[in-house]
């Protein structure tokens, strides 16, 4: 009685765990990608991904996890104060796109995933700014990196995770 007790807890508790388990994420890992530029047209694709159907009365038609991104620029300084890392996954560069309202000094790091801190730049606007940072990865080992932003006034604190390829 005692020992099937004991197996009906641990069937009870096991199942417990594994429906806590699992989760899905937004990131997607693919066993081959490939990814192409010229100018400003961005080519990228993934083989082994599964399929995913999003269909729009707009202008969106697509399938898979690598969903599509239309980014339309003005030369409108955008209102406020924010920061933007892209294009992830990078393979030559990496954009870091900074704007703020008041005069602010900001600290940009590269990390690796063991937490050695591979590139570090400061950059000290004394107005309204509004500035596009390219950043060479080009000579960076392929893997996952974290790109941290601080401002000295503590406004800024943001963590990108980007994937060299």
Same mark, same amino acid.
Do not use: C, H
């Given at each position: 009685?005692? $020992?099937? %007790? $004991? /197996?009906?807890?641990?069937?009870?508790?096991?199942?417990?765990?594994?429906?806590?388990?699992?989760?899905?994420?937004?990131? =997607?890992?693919?066993?081959? @990608?490939?990814?192409?530029?010229?100018? /400003?047209?961005?080519?990228?694709?993934?083989?082994?991904? !599964? @399929?995913?159907?999003?269909? +729009? +009365?707009?202008?969106?038609? !697509?399938?898979?996890?690598?969903?599509?991104?239309? %980014?339309?620029?003005?030369?409108?300084?955008?209102?406020?104060?924010? =920061?933007?890392?892209?294009?992830?996954? @990078? %393979?030559?560069?990496?954009?870091?796109?900074?704007?703020?309202? =008041? @005069? *602010? $000094?900001?600290? =940009?790091?590269?990390?690796?995933?063991?937490?050695?801190?591979?590139?570090?730049?400061?950059?000290?606007?004394? !107005?309204?700014?509004?500035?596009?940072?390219? /950043?060479?990865?080009? *000579?960076?080992?392929?893997?996952?990196?974290?790109?941290? /932003?601080?401002?000295?006034?503590?406004?800024?604190?943001?963590?990108? $995770?980007?994937?060299?390829?």
């Amino acid at each position: 009685m005692i $020992k099937g %007790t $004991k /197996v009906l807890i641990f069937l009870l508790l096991s199942s417990w765990a594994n429906g806590f388990s699992q989760q899905l994420s937004i990131q =997607v890992l693919v066993p081959a @990608a490939g990814q192409a530029t010229n100018g /400003v047209i961005n080519y990228s694709q993934t083989i082994g991904e !599964t @399929a995913v159907e999003i269909i +729009s +009365s707009g202008f969106i038609l !697509t399938q898979g996890f690598q969903q599509p991104g239309m %980014t339309i620029t003005s030369d409108i300084q955008p209102e406020g104060t924010g =920061v933007d890392v892209y294009p992830n996954p @990078a %393979t030559d560069f990496v954009n870091i796109k900074l704007f703020g309202d =008041v @005069a *602010r $000094k900001i600290r =940009v790091e590269i990390i690796n995933f063991n937490g050695t801190i591979v590139s570090s730049m400061t950059m000290d606007f004394i !107005t309204k700014y509004y500035y596009v940072q390219q /950043v060479d990865v080009s *000579r960076l080992s392929l893997g996952f990196y974290f790109v941290r /932003v601080t401002s000295d006034d503590s406004i800024i604190k943001r963590v990108f $995770k980007i994937e060299k390829m």
